[in-house]
């Protein structure tokens, strides 16, 4: 959030909204015992488009935008949009895009 430059006031709130989380799943005549959240935000808050957006906007500079590559993103969902003129040129591309420096694995590591 700060390096989208957010202020650090939002930031701070946002570090304490997620501080000591914990909750339990329910289904069925089954509920487990509470458990720590060790991320995340309540399911259905407000909150959580926007914090999603700005969490994955990391993936938006990982691929150069050209001719047969496109990233999406919507809340909290990514996809990686790759052609090419056949298998092997396209799964060229997908594989750079995921393994060079800065990469999508790289962001994977990064955020969790």
């Not at 926007?50 to 990514?78: E, H, R």
């Not at 040129?89 to 969790?112: A, D, P, Q, S, Y």
């Given at each position: 959030?700060?390096k989208?430059g957010?202020?650090?006031e939002y930031?701070?709130?946002?570090?304490r909204?997620l501080?000591?989380?914990?909750t339990?799943?329910?289904?069925?005549?089954?509920e487990m015992?509470v458990?720590?959240?060790?991320?995340g935000?309540d399911q259905g808050?407000p909150?959580?488009?926007v914090s999603?957006?700005?969490y994955?906007?990391?993936l938006l500079?990982?691929?150069?935008?050209?001719?047969?590559?496109?990233?999406?993103l919507f809340?909290d969902d990514?996809?990686i949009?790759?052609?090419?003129k056949?298998?092997?040129?396209?799964h060229e591309k997908?594989?750079?895009?995921?393994?060079?420096?800065?990469?999508?694995?790289?962001w994977v590591?990064?955020?969790?």
């Amino acid at each position: 959030m700060r390096k989208r430059g957010i202020p650090q006031e939002y930031t701070e709130w946002t570090r304490r909204c997620l501080k000591n989380c914990h909750t339990t799943l329910a289904f069925d005549n089954y509920e487990m015992t509470v458990f720590t959240v060790e991320n995340g935000l309540d399911q259905g808050d407000p909150y959580s488009g926007v914090s999603y957006l700005i969490y994955n906007l990391d993936l938006l500079d990982i691929p150069i935008t050209k001719i047969g590559k496109w990233t999406l993103l919507f809340v909290d969902d990514a996809v990686i949009i790759i052609t090419g003129k056949d298998f092997s040129e396209t799964h060229e591309k997908l594989r750079n895009i995921m393994n060079c420096t800065g990469g999508m694995f790289n962001w994977v590591k990064n955020h969790h």
